[in-house]
């Protein structure tokens, strides 16, 4: 009787085999289509934010390139017009998305360094014109050290009818860095770059908090040659 017992289990486990292994199957399945969807949306969204890097021509020196990056204080711009910063409140924005860089130095010469700067620029329900001129600057340093120098720069957003986010990339020649001697690399400076933000906007960036415009299908990119500020 107890054999009789064993294989009647062993019969019901051997037909309920094919039915688990199709629930597994399905759920296996089911997590992939949802992990392929979450990689699909991803890239969708990169790709709308990313802005596509110049095509800077490479130089060979006699050294290494200082190392450019931006601030992450002033990656960010955010203008609000209310107290409480909220999207209802938001004005124009705008946001560094993309950055490159070469150098060109032999011997003596200074450090000739060209910069390719990508902006994401965005106008909030508050903003109150079609049209902004951002401020943004690029500062040398000394390897994490103190400021050579700096100079301020401008670029500017068109907003079409109905377009409330544009992409822009501003060239920026000749920002040119002295060598005390001919060994002098240019591993010993860093090319720093920024928006021009009040303390509030820094401390925004600070906190990790951001708002951005709607993207509009229609939004097409634009692009400038960098000048500088007029202050």
């Known amino acids: ?10 019969l019901a486990l051997a037909a309920s085999a094919p039915a688990f292994h199709a629930y597994a199957q399905k759920d296996d399945d089911a997590r992939r289509r949802a992990q392929a969807d979450a990689e699909k949306k991803k890239a ?36 609000f017009k209310a107290a409480t910063p909220t999207p209802s409140t938001v004005g124009f ?24 700067v990508g902006f994401a620029l965005g106008r909030g329900p508050m903003a109150g014109a079609s049209s902004k001129d951002y401020h943004y600057w690029v500062a040398v340093t000394q390897r994490n050290a ?25 060239k ?28 509030e906007m820094a401390d925004f ?12 299908p229609t939004a097409v990119a634009s692009t400038t040659t960098g000048a500088p500020a007029a202050r």
């Open 146 to 170: 103190m400021v050579i120098a700096k100079q301020d720069f401008v670029v500017r957003g068109e907003f079409k009818p109905g377009q409330d986010r544009v992409q822009v990339e501003d």
């Open 205 to 216: 960036n600070r906190d990790g908090k951001r708002f951005r415009a709607n993207a509009v």
């Open 44 to 79: 969708e969204k990169e790709k709308q934010w990313s802005t596509p890097q110049a095509d800077l021509p490479v130089v060979k020196n006699v050294g290494p390139c200082p190392y450019v990056k931006v601030l992450y204080d002033a990656a960010r711009y955010e203008e």
């Open 93 to 116: 924005t705008g946001e560094i998305t993309g950055l490159a860089a070469n150098c060109e130095y032999k011997g003596g010469d200074p450090i000739v360094m060209r910069l390719a």
């Open 172 to 199: 920026l020649d000749g920002i040119v860095i002295p060598r005390a001697t001919p060994g002098t690399s240019g591993s010993n400076f860093e090319v720093l770059v920024g928006f021009d933000v009040t303390p």
């Open 1 to 10: 009787m107890r054999r009789n017992l064993i294989l009647l289990s062993c």
